[in-house]
């Protein structure tokens, strides 16, 4: 019987003195292996932490804030006491302006620690690069073709030259090949020179609508909002919203577009001729977004067809309307679609279905009205996920964004463990 009892608790002591090795309290290994090592060891106080935490590479100011503060000509990098204020007379800059808020976010802090920037790049999940490459296109090259072109090219070339060089240099961007860089280029011509170095980095995006599959995609990286260009509805409490909103669907802005957007040339056809169908050839000036922000806040319908690209900043301006989007793209992608189901608030229709004429409209006029009233509701509970602001707060289109680089971690993990094994190229990727 002793025997017995003696050999339940060494059998019972070896369970509990295993589990303890294979859990790492207990360092045996290195006892036994003193030249096993693991890899990237995380302090005990970074691992229990669940926030990204982010290197931010202090850049010249001419890189960022010294195009929007020209009078600051120091190239020391900015702090939270000279973080200049994003101007309210720059219109459509703004809709690209995700480099800046980003930015931003970093330099005060987001509320809730969605994000925590570490001065000691060991510690990092991901590396930010504080370039406004939209900017400086919206800035010097928007035309294509004016002399002030040639500066963009030359912020966008040489000085990326060097910033190239000079991050290939780095330990960091070697250790991933810049897998866990992030770089915001919302615009679809920003980074233009030289985009194809950023292959395999995270690129903050608004669509993918002129890059190859190989360049930018949904596994690497970042669907962003377009920060939205019309003021935010803030009190939206009618008896009856449906009705107040006497408009059936609003559209106002530029009807001949490229790639995808030719199709508003067509819409402006088919959807002529409705009493209740506002639909306006405008462009965007300080008053015209105003006349469109009042057309959007008495409308059921927000149309928004696509524009050079898949996407615009029209849908994020009738969100923040309350009007629900009626989305009108083959081939657009949403941000936040891994949190946020946008059937829950939004309409869509494919090119083939809008184009028939009466069909869209004879839709819109038989959407149920209880149904309607519960998407407008989704849109006053959703709206704070398409704000940017500074300073950031929870929840916010930054917040939500950095939480999208973070889904993305895992994926850089499992992309440069595997690629520092293989010793022929990827046999998944021949096929």
């Known amino acids: ?98 480099e800046y808020w980003m930015m931003g976010s970093l330099i005060h802090g987001v509320e809730g620690r969605e994000v925590v920037r570490v001065s ?49 240099k780095s330990k960091y961007w070697q250790r991933s090949g810049g897998r866990d860089h992030v770089f915001p280029v919302t615009h679809p011509n920003a980074f233009r020179f030289l985009r194809d170095q950023l292959n395999d980095s995270i690129q903050v995006v608004v669509d993918f609508g002129r890059y190859p599959r190989h360049m930018s995609n949904l596994n690497k990286d970042v669907v962003s909002p377009y920060v939205h260009v019309v003021d935010s509805l803030t009190v939206d409490e009618p008896q009856d919203p449906y009705e107040s909103r006497s408009t059936l669907l609003f559209f106002r802005g530029r009807t001949y577009r490229k790639d995808e957007g030719i199709v508003r040339v067509k819409l402006a056809k088919i959807l002529s001729g409705y009493d209740d169908v506002h639909y306006e050839r405008s462009v965007a000036t300080e008053e015209n977004i105003k006349l469109s922000s009042k057309g959007m806040r008495s409308s059921k319908f927000c149309l928004h067809p696509a524009g050079d ?59 149920p009205k209880q149904k309607w009233t519960e998407m407008w509701k989704q849109l006053k509970n959703i709206s704070q996920h398409y704000e940017f602001q500074y300073p950031p707060k929870r929840e916010d289109a930054v917040s939500m964004l950095w939480r999208q680089v973070k889904h993305k971690i895992p994926g850089v993990s499992l992309s440069v463990h595997r690629s520092r094994r293989l010793k022929v190229p990827d046999w998944w990727q021949r096929k």
């Not at 690069?129 to 002399?147: E, I, Q, R």
């Not at 309307?321 to 793209?329: E, K, N, T």
């Open 309 to 367: 690209t898949p996407s615009s900043c029209r849908l994020f301006d009738a969100i923040v309307s309350h009007c629900v989007p009626v989305i009108v793209s083959d081939q657009i992608e949403l941000p936040f679609e891994d949190e946020i189901e946008y059937s829950q608030f939004s309409i869509f229709f494919s090119f083939k279905e809008a184009l028939q004429p009466g069909y869209m409209v004879d839709q819109l006029r038989k959407f």
């Open 1 to 98: 019987m002793y025997g017995k009892v003696l050999l339940t608790f060494i059998f019972v002591l070896l369970l509990l003195l295993s589990y303890t090795i294979f859990i790492g309290n207990l360092d045996i290994r290195s006892y036994f292996f003193p030249h096993f090592k693991l890899s990237a060891v995380v302090p005990a106080a970074c691992a229990l932490d669940p926030s990204l935490r982010v290197f931010m590479y202090d850049l010249p100011r001419r890189f960022n804030v010294g195009m929007i503060d020209r009078r600051n000509t120091s190239e020391t990098p900015v702090t939270v006491e000279d973080w200049p204020r994003w101007p309210e007379n720059w219109g459509l800059k703004k809709q690209h302006s995700v």
């Open 120 to 168: 000691d790049p060991e510690l990092a999940n991901a590396f930010f690069v504080p370039f406004f490459s939209s900017l400086s296109f919206n800035t010097h090259g928007h035309t294509m073709k004016d002399p002030a072109t040639e500066i963009d090219r030359q912020l966008q070339v040489l000085r990326l030259v060097d910033l190239m060089e000079l991050l290939k």
